[in-house]
Each structure stands twice: as C-alpha cells, then as structure tokens.
C-alpha cells in the first residue's frame, strides 16, 4: 500500500527531474499476486515497450530436459484461453508493434513495443500469456521443430558455433550452468506436454515476474489498466530455486576441440564471481581492460603489434550464479594456437604483476561513464535494464547507480582480481582446430 | 469463463482497495472482458523532428540534428562515391576503413587509438566516410580529430601490411562459414561479377593490392564537394554549425591529378581508371540452380536471388516495401515466416528482402533448414513468390504491413540519427523534399492493386538464382527437377562455375586437349586457315518463315569486323541492324537506336565472320568442357565466356570437326533471357571455305533459315554497315 502512494507523488516529481539528470525515473510497486511493476513515463517518442521479466532459465531445467525453458519460451506465442493459435503476434503487427523472447540461463523475457495508444493491447496479451497460456499438440509439435534448427542454424552450422557449450560442459560439474540454454537435441524430443503444464504452473506465476512500462503513457492510468489485466492471476507457490554450489575447479582443464573452420582458435574460460558482488565490477572492468577498443591490452599486442590474431576479445558473462569470463582469439594466418595462446597469456600476466597506470584506469572510467549515457537511449532498451536490475541486481535504481560500483574500481582491485581469478588453475582453455588436423 | 469469475474471487478486495488509493473513478475498474483484445486510443500524431541544413564553400553539405535526451554527440562524414569496379585488386576497398584511423602526420595508429579509447569515444572508418561519438563534454576534441583523419589519413605502409595480412586470413576463414559464403556467392550470382556489387575478394586479388590503391582512392573519393557531415544529439543548431566551418569550412581535399583512357574514366596515378558500374545486371533465362558444396553441413543455407531495376525514388519504391514485408520482410505474420517456420517447421526463420539502390536494386529469400527438407523449403519459397505475383493480396494482409510499417517509422525516430539519416537520404538519392513528411499518406494509400503491380514488375519467379549452400551429397540431387535446365551447378566459393554441366553425360577430353585444339580443327576442317583469312566480306541470304509467312534474312560481314543484318518481309524491312566496327544501330518499324551494353555485345558477337579466330581479341575464354553425344554425333563441348559473364556453349564434331550446334542465352524484349540453340548443317563450299547451308533455330522463335544465296569477296561498300 504504501508503495502506491509513493508512487504517485514519484510521477509529479520526476517531470521537473528528467531533464536536470537524465537519471532514469521509474515508479515501482507490487500487486497483491505478487506482479513487481515498474513504470517509467517518457513523452518523447509516441510508443510504449511492455516487458515482462520471468525469474527462470535453463539453469531451472530438470537435468533431463536440457533446453526445456528456451523451448518453453517458444511455446508461449502460441495462445491462450482467449488467443487462438497464431493470433499473439498478429495483434501486435496489426497494431503496428514489435514483439520477441529471450531467454538465458537465469531468466526469460517477453517484451511488446507498440504505438501508445496500444498499450492496453501489450497488457492484454502479457496477461494472458501469464494467466492462461495455452499450446496445442501442433504448436509443440511445430515449435520442437523450429528450437531445432535454432540449435542447428546457431551452434552447429556455424564455424567456432560450438564454442559456449564446449566451454560449459568442462567449466561446470554440479551446476546447471554446464549445458548451454538452448539445450540438447535428445532432450529437446523428450519433452512432454506434461513437462509444460508443470513448469508452467510453477514458474510463471506473477510472483516470478517483473512487469516493465517505459515509455509515453499516463502512470495513473496504467496502473488501473494494468491493475485489471494482471491484478485477477493468482499468486502461484514458493518458487523453487536451484541452490547448487559448483565447487572450485580443481586445476586447469585443457582440450581440444575440431571443427569445420580454416583458422585455429584458442579459448580460455574462467571462473568469475556472480553478477552483482563487487568483485564481478572488478573482473567486469578488466575484461574492458583487455579487450574495449583497440588501445586496450589484447588488441593493442596480440591482434595490432604482435599480428598474433584477427580477432580477440574478453568478456564477462553476468551469470546470478558465479559465472565465466571468457577470452577468445581466432589466429592470424600460419599462426599456431600455442603461440597465440602465450601472447594472451602474457597479457593476463601483467596485470597480475603490475598495477595498472593511473591514466589507463581514468580511461575505463570514461568508457563505462559514455556506455552508461548511450544505453538509455531507448524505451525497449530501458525496459531490459529495469527489469533486469530488479531481478539480479537487488533493485531497479540499479540502472541510476550501478555505475557508481564500475567507478569505484580501484588499480588495486583489478590486480587483486586478476591474481584471484584470471589464474591458470580456475581456468578452461580450449583449442579450436581444422577438422583436418585430427590425427 | 468460470475460470476466469473464480480468479476473480479471491483478488477483488485488494484490487479495490488499490483503486480507491488511487482515486480512479468507478467505472475504470469494472471487469475486463478478457476475451477480446481491446481497443486502441486515439492514434498519436508522429512528429518528424527537426534538423538544420546549410552548404559550407567548399561544398560541403552539413545536417544538425538537436536532441538532448541522452549527453551523446555523434558525427558522421559522408562521401557520395559511386560503386566502382575493383577488377584484379578486388578488397582493397574493405581495407580502406580500418586503415582512415591508422596514422596521420600528427599521430600514429598507436596514438589515435590511445585518443579516442581515452575519450571514450568511437570512431570508425569505412570505404565511404567515417563515424564518431561521444559524450558531449569530450565532442570537441573527437571533432579534432575527426577532422584530422578525414583531411589528412596517410595510410602507413606498415599498417597496410598488418590490415591486409587480416583481411586475407578472414578470406581463408570464409571458406568454412555457409552464411558468408553464401553472401559473397549470392552477390556474385545476382549482379555478376562484372558489377561492382558482384566483385569477389580473394587472396589472390588482395594479394595483389597496394597501399597507393588505398591512398589513391581515399585522396580521390575524400572530397568537400561530394562530402556530407551529419551531427547529432546534444548539440545546438548554432553550436554544430560553428563546429562544422570550423573544422571543415575551409578544407579543400586532396589535389589528385587525372587523365583520361579512351573510354573517358578518370584514370588516377597508383590506382588506375576509375570504372562505375556498367550495364545493368540480367536475370537469368529461366531459374538457374547454384549449389556450393560444404560438406558435413548440419543445414542448408538457401537464397533466391536476382537484380531488381528499383531505385529509392522510383515511385513504385513504397509500393514494393508494402509488397516485400507481406512477403517475408521482417514481420512474423509475413507470408514465408508462417508458411517455412510456423506451419512447417522447416526453419527457424525465412525473410525476403526487395532493395531499392541507386545504382541496382536485389531481391533475396531465404533461410536456413535441415539437409532432408532443401528441395521442399526451396519449392515452398518459390511457391510463395509466384502466389503473391499471381493473387491479389488480402485485404487484412496489406492493412498489417501497413501498421506494421507505419509503426516501424514512429518507432524509428526514437533514435535522433533517423531524422538525420531521412535528410541525408533525400539528398543521396535525389528524393522530393516532402518525401518523408508524406510517408505515412503514401503508406495510407497503397492499395491491393498497387502491390499486385509492383509483383508483376519486380518479382520473377521464373528468373532467378537458387542457391544452396550445404552437403552436396544429401542435397543436390533432390533439387534438380525445380531447376529450369533439370540441372544443379556447381559454384565454388568465390562464385565461379565449377563444372558447367555435371550430369549431361560429358565424358573427359583426351589428356592434354584444349579448346584451342578444337577451334584449330574446326578452321581447317572449313578450308583451312589460309582460306578462312582471305575471305574478305561475306554476304549470306537466307530464306525463313515469320509466322507462317515468308521472310528473307540477309547478313552482310566485312573485314576486320563490319557487320549487318536485315530481315525483310516481302518488301518491308522488318529489322536491321548495322555495326560498322564500333557503333551499331537497331532500325525497325519501331524507329531507330543506337545499340548499347547488352544488345551491341550480342551484335558484336557476330561482326567477325569467323568468330572463332577472334576470341583473345573479343575478351573471351574458350574451355573445353569434354565430349558429349548429340543427336548422335560425339562432340566436343567448348564453352566460350563473354565479356559480360554470359556463356556460350559450342558443339564440334569429333570426326570431322566441322561446328553442330551453339547454345546460347539470348535477351528476352522486356528483360530476362531465352535459351537459344541453333544447329548447322548441309555444309558446302563457297568461295574455297564450307558454310552451313541450313540453321535450325529453336528457343524463342523456332525457325528453319535455309541459305539461298552466299557469296564471298563480292566487294560489299561500307554504306551497307553505316550507322549514321
């Protein structure tokens, strides 16, 4: 209750606000089912972008139905009680309006942007897709199919395709993190209709849900909209979370993999801290230190100086669970994966040895400060950011002050994580090699 | 909907109470009727935006856009350069982009890169301009050295080296990449690589490429009078236009000599003649199935492709938009998607794009689907092209594509560089100045009938490229029956033919045999070459049928390469066309031209009265491709390429070496080709040298041409050949 008064004096404050900071305004609160929304009101451009953010992944997967929540995702176009099969998406291109899903290891999101005056159609359609989906036999059918190709087109026709659920098949032992999102094709033909209903009734409650408005509407009157399309769903259970604890690795896991490419790849994966801890902004920024623009470390020397490689780049992946960072080169021509190896190698080396100069921290610094700027420069985009703040980041203010724990870095933090983590022992690498090399 | 009371039930006390906090009226929170979708509001108006534009001396044209949402500055430098051909140094190009921020006389690559990393800013080059941005405290010294870049790149030697050593490893890594390999191949197939568009990079041809190619072009093409510089974001009208004079207010450009060839091309020193595009790219004559093999694949990557005559201010341009997201443009409810994905479940996505250029526009389909379902996906897309150019579209097909666009264009001016990028578009491709302000009346007003005739113009069904890439073996068979010759061809990656006809039944030429071989057997099986070259004119009158009624063909040729050819009906000439060695000129009952691209390429073909002793000086490659049996007789199959990529198939007789048969595309009136095949028998002498008394013609119009008179070294006067 006391967050809907809240939320009204918010509205009136934030119209003189906007302009001054450019920080993101947003009103929040929680129905009584348990749907945390979010609202965030800009008349610049006449759309609205309605996001619902689902706190479950693959990583809630049963260990036999691996790929099960992308799959799921698919399925959830096909209907609902009042829906007809194929009609989802047909209400928002008539309505002149663009839909999608995504879904990760931790969550799932469906988002709508429409014209502004469609915003009841957006609310409509993600309150029905919560309350009642529904999927026929010739929608599972059909969507198994389409998963398949995804799976096809993405990770196995494609050169270095294969990379992420090699890495995370010997990254991980315990944790759910160890297959890729978009599963395994056995698996993918084992699912049932049964599976659907339960994973349904589980996880797709509104107390596992963001609700995100951004864009030009009135909040007042959003909030009674929304109030009468979502407030009706029931609350659902206690969500069951999976509280595997993958233990540390016990030394370095090296192998080979061959594939259909011409040029060798080296990839080295290490073992990160979650998403959200101080440490994750400190491995976060080395990451950059390594590889964001080409003053940065590996593409000044390994792909600009040393002419070691064509590409190389690091990055961390923002897992809820600890996650990896992963740096990848693919190799200049004629040069062998070790030798590329060794320059990325030297590279890690230094900044454990030596702190980094002033100057170049004050760089970081400013690249996080202008990708900061450039990221809200979109309605959908803020959408995401809310919504995903909220459910990993200990709150949807995160999108104003998350940069504060990117600046606080220190010289010494990044030394510190790169001897914690950036280490051999916590490390996967991986050649990548031409089919025609296997002996 | 007892489901639905039950729901209800249990959450309307707290719904009131939320209300009631709220202070909205009653009525506001009466219960929703779930099973309809509800109604829109009132639509908002779409407002364009603002931007300002000016012209500096030099020529220079400058675009603002204000907008102070987010603290972003970003600047564009644009040039209008034309495609043009790359021929033997194909790729020097892509590298034209990376090398603009690798050295000027003030800073090493090193430097600039410590720069715009310290500023936080970007800025990247590309063979056309360059891009930057940044936050608006740092803008001024990104300004800087844009500037620097634009007016004073000067392309290291050594950094030259470094780019095209990566260039040339990502050419060895296309190899395995079915997407990538079907892009370049498709290009190629589309335009020919005889088009800029169609030119394909190798290691070969980057090999050969120089750093002066690269300097060169970027000191010709870097130009204040055909340059734009577009800026955007949190800058005012005044502040950005004091930005621009003084950066770019009094720049001038590089001085770069020219001379002309005799084709009248700038031809710049290190670089060579500048060549635009040339003629139009042709459809093929009926569909034309391209396979590249890569073995092993898990998918077949599809395409379906050819040239389209569209440019952005044609004003079919919209109407083929509307017709293209209907099709497969992007919207999940278009017609490929729902048919390959969400009936089928071939794909995971099929799209169609109909692009409008300036210089040739392309239409593609396409997508990606496992090795056993090739044939059926490819009949599928095929399917769909031909129902939408045969049916009219439907009335709630057409008003989606129309709010689906219509809302594309509010969601687009979100972002403050669409505004920017329409002003800059309207002046690129010469649109009327309202052209964007009345988009979304025009959009408003296509109707079913405007779609059925942008189809029938622009899509061609039975004119195309299909091509595949994936595992021959699984899937190239099952493709043969929807190919227009029963044939599949094999392309390599660099969208080269590999073998013209796998499966006609070829069987290998003896080792060590050319083309050559057979072309020299031919001459001397007709007289000898000593005969052959004192033949000085020829004149040949044929007697033929037009439609059931009798015609005479005449063909005059005259050393080194006059030709003429007129066919009469009675006493009307019902075409003529002369060539007297350099132009040629079309005279029918339609009127006079003069002949060009295509069409003088064809005439050009015949202006030799033994065309066989001129292919080197025609340009054209002869290969023999082996021995085939036709109607009988084993011959030798020699294909002869011309200029322009077409090919011309050529039968010569084992035993007697004496030509049976030419297979060729011919140009069809209104575009497209038609396969023509003309046999040549009841050879005999006339003037010491055999010519073929009798040609059977068949493809386009059928007919028999019997020779009624030939006569050689009569003396024809060069008045017959004039095109005056």
Redesign the interface.
């Known amino acids: 209750m006391r967050n809907i008064i809240t939320l009204t004096a918010c509205t009136m404050a934030s119209i003189t606000a906007v302009a001054q900071t450019r920080e993101i305004k947003f009103s929040e609160f929680d129905l009584p089912n348990g749907l945390h929304v979010i609202l965030h009101e800009d008349h610049t451009t006449p759309i609205v972008a309605v996001g619902v953010m689902y706190h479950v992944g693959s990583k809630d997967e049963a260990r036999d139905r691996r790929g099960f929540a992308h799959f799921f995702e698919h399925l959830l176009f096909e209907g609902s009680d009042n829906i007809d099969r194929g009609e989802f998406a047909k209400y928002v291109e008539k309505a002149g309006g663009v839909l999608n899903a995504n879904t990760t290891g931790d969550r799932t999101y469906y988002y709508e942007v429409l014209p502004s005056n469609q915003l009841d159609l957006g609310l409509w359609l993600e309150s029905e897709r919560m309350m009642h989906a529904k999927v026929e036999k010739k929608g599972i059918e059909t969507q198994r199919e389409v998963v398949k190709e995804e799976r096809r087109q993405r990770y196995e026709n494609q050169p270095y395709g294969s990379i992420l659920p090699e890495v995370l098949k010997r990254a991980y032992t315990e944790h759910p993190y160890q297959w890729p999102t978009i599963g395994y094709m056995e698996d993918l033909n084992a699912a049932s209709e049964k599976d659907f209903k339960k994973f349904y009734k589980t996880f797709y409650v509104p107390n596992n849900a963001v609700l995100v408005l951004a864009g030009d509407f009135n909040s007042e009157k959003a909030t009674a909209d929304l109030t009468k399309y979502f407030g009706p769903i029931p609350k659902g259970g206690t969500i069951p979370r999976n509280k595997v604890v993958e233990p540390p690795m016990k030394g370095e896991i090296r192998d080979t993999v061959y594939d259909k490419i011409q040029l060798p790849a080296v990839v080295q994966a290490y073992r990160i801290p979650a998403l959200g801890t101080p440490d994750f902004y400190a491995v976060d920024m080395l990451n950059r230190l390594m590889s964001n623009g080409n003053s940065s470390r590996l593409v000044k020397n390994v792909k600009d100086a040393e002419q070691k490689a064509v590409f190389v780049g690091s990055f961390s992946l923002p897992f809820e669970d600890p996650g990896l960072a992963i740096a990848f080169a693919v190799a200049n021509m004629g040069v062998p994966p070790d030798s590329l190896e060794a320059s990325m190698d030297r590279q890690f080396e230094l900044v454990r040895n030596e702190p980094i100069a002033p100057a170049e921290l004050e760089k970081l610094k400013v690249q996080i400060e202008t990708e900061h700027a450039m990221e809200n420069g979109r309605m959908s985009g803020i959408a995401n950011n809310l919504a995903n703040a909220y459910t990993f980041l200990g709150g949807a203010d995160k999108v104003n002050t998350e940069v504060q724990q990117y600046l606080a870095v220190t010289a010494e933090d990044l030394q510190r994580v790169a001897r914690q983590y950036f280490v051999p022992a916590n490390r996967v690498v991986l050649y990548y090699l031409p089919m025609n090399q296997k002996k | 909907m007892n ?2 009371r039950k ?2 039930k ?2 309307l006390l ?2 009131l ?3 009631a ?2 202070l ?1 009226p009653a009525s ?2 009466a ?2 009727d ?13 407002h364009l935006g603002e931007h300002k534009s000016l012209t500096l001396e030099n020529g220079m044209r400058v675009i603002i856009v204000e907008n ?5 500055v970003s600047a564009q430098v644009k040039f209008d350069i034309p495609p043009i051909l790359q021929g033997d140094v194909t790729g020097y190009q892509d590298l034209v982009g990376e090398l603009l921020t690798s050295g000027t006389p003030r800073h090493t ?2 430097q600039i ?2 720069l ?6 970007r800025l990247n080059g590309s063979n056309d301009g360059l891009y930057a ?3 608006k405290k ?1 803008f001024p010294q990104v300004m800087d050295l844009l500037y620097e870049v634009v007016a004073s790149a000067n392309f290291p030697s050594e950094e030259f080296e ?1 780019a095209k ?2 260039a ?3 050419v ?2 296309r ?5 990538q390999i079907a892009d370049v191949v498709g290009r190629a197939l589309t335009y020919g690589k005889n088009y800029p568009y169609g030119e394909v990079t190798t290691e070969a041809s980057l090999g050969k490429a120089s750093r002066d190619d690269v300097y060169q072009y970027y000191r010709y093409f870097f130009q204040p009078k055909q340059g734009y510089l577009v800026l955007v974001g949190d800058i005012t009208a005044a502040e950005g236009e004091a930005m621009a004079r003084k950066y770019f207010g009094t720049w001038k450009g590089a001085e770069v000599p020219v001379t002309k060839d005799e084709q009248g091309h700038d031809v710049v020193k290190d670089l060579g003649p500048i060549i635009p595009a040339g003629k139009d790219p042709r459809r093929p004559a009926d569909v034309r199935m391209a396979f590249v093999d ?1 073995p ?4 077949s ?1 599809i395409k379906v492709v050819f040239p389209v005559q569209l440019k952005p201010n044609d004003p079919m341009a919209l109407q083929a938009q509307v017709l293209n997201t209907i099709l497969g443009g992007g ?3 278009a017609r490929l998607m ?1 048919n390959l ?8 996505g099929a799209y169609s794009s109909l692009d409008a250029d300036r210089w040739c526009g392309s239409f593609s389909a396409g997508c ?3 090795n056993d379902v090739t044939d059926s996906a490819v009949t599928q897309i095929m399917k769909e092209i031909t129902d939408i150019r045969n049916a009219p579209v439907k009335t ?1 097909e057409l ?2 594509a129309k ?2 666009m ?3 264009f ?2 687009a ?3 403050p560089r669409t505004v920017a990028r329409f002003a800059l578009n309207t002046y690129l491709n010469d649109l009327p100045e309202d052209h964007y302000e009345t988009y979304l009346k025009r959009l408003d007003a296509v109707t079913i009938t405007d779609v059925k005739q942008a189809a029938e113009r622009l899509l061609h069904p039975d004119s195309c490229t299909v091509l595949v890439v994936g595992d021959k073996e699984q899937v190239a068979k099952s493709l043969e029956p929807l190919s227009g010759s029963g044939r599949v061809l094999d392309y390599d990656i660099n969208g080269d033919i590999v073998r013209l006809d796998p499966t006609e039944g070829a069987t290998p030429a003896p080792e060590g045999m050319k083309a050559q071989d057979v072309l020299d057997a031919y001459i001397k099986a007709i007289g000898g070459k000593d005969a052959v070259e004192k033949v000085r004119d020829v004149k040949k009158v044929y007697t033929t049928n037009v439609q059931g009624m009798p015609a005479t063909l005449t063909e005059y040729n005259k050393a080194p390469n006059k030709y003429a050819m007129e066919m009469r009906m009675g006493e009307m000439v019902l075409q003529r066309i002369n060539y007297d060695g350099q132009k040629g000129k079309l005279t029918s009952i339609m009127g006079e031209k003069e002949l060009e691209d295509q069409e003088l390429e064809e005439v050009l073909g015949n202006a030799y009265a033994f065309p066989e002793l001129h292919y080197p000086e025609m340009e054209q490659v002869a290969r023999l491709l082996g021995v085939i049996t036709i109607d009988g007789q084993k011959t030798y199959r020699v294909s002869v390429e011309t200029l322009s990529g077409g090919k011309i198939d050529e039968y010569y007789d084992v035993e007697t070496g004496l030509k049976l048969r030419r297979r060729e595309n011919q140009m069809q009136e209104g575009g497209g080709w038609i396969q023509v095949i003309t046999d040549y028998s009841a050879y005999s002498p006339e003037g010491g040298v055999l010519f073929p008394h009798t040609l059977t013609q068949r493809g386009g119009m059928d007919m028999v041409l019997t020779a009624t008179e030939i006569s050689v070294n009569k003396g024809i006067p060069d008045s017959e050949f004039s095109t005056e």
């Open positions: 489901r639905q729901t209800m249990s959450t707290p719904t109470t939320l209300a906090t709220l909205i506001m929170i219960q929703v779930r099973t309809k979708a509800p109604l829109p509001g009132p639509a908002p108006e779409v102070h949402k987010i603290p972003i690559k090193e890169d410590e715009v990393d310290g500023l936080g800013a941005s940044s936050l740092n470094k050593t990566r040339m490893s990502q060895q890594a190899a395995d990449d079915p997407d890569r092993g694949s898990a998918q990557v919207v999940f409810n729902q994905r969400e009936d089928k479940g071939y794909t995971y990606s689907v496992r709630d008003a989606l709010s689906y219509a809302g594309s509010a969601r001016l979100e972002d």
